[in-house]
């Protein structure tokens, strides 16, 4: 019982020492952190999508040799390709160069992106590129 009333006598001496300044650092440091989310939130897709497109150039100039694809056939490949991923490009941006022995896949286009204070345009321009083995 003496033991409790004496952790009670000391206990408002603690508390008289605490002012609360550590307040406006963790509200800062979790803003900080939720901004740094929230962006992430919207250009990492963004990217994903560019690997993805990226990847996918690569295997339809590997298979347009292979397979004899015309332009046109390759063109309408990558287009749904970009469909699927929602990127915001034509069709018209779409360069293929296909021959006999080389087949060559390029595009550039621009994927506005829009936080709460800053807007900017990331700009992408994959490209593949493939050639015969004979």
Known sequence: MQLEA???????AR????????????IIIVAVVVLAI??????VPIYVSEYELSD?????????????????????NIFKVIQDLDIPA????????ATNSIVKISMEYTVP???FFYHTDL?????????AIL
């Open 15 to 26: 508390r008289r020492c605490e002012r609360g300044e550590g307040k406006l650092k963790g």
């Open 38 to 43: 929230y962006s992430a939130v919207k250009v």
């Open 90 to 97: 034509k069709r018209e941006s779409i360069k293929v160069v």
């Open 113 to 115: 992106v829009d936080l």
């Open 56 to 76: 996918k150039m690569q295997e339809q100039a590997r298979f347009a040799v292979v397979n004899r694809y015309t332009e046109d056939q390759i063109r309408d």
């Open 123 to 131: 700009h992408f321009s994959p490209s593949s590129e493939n050639k």
């Open 6 to 12: 004496i952790q009670e006598r000391h206990a408002p």
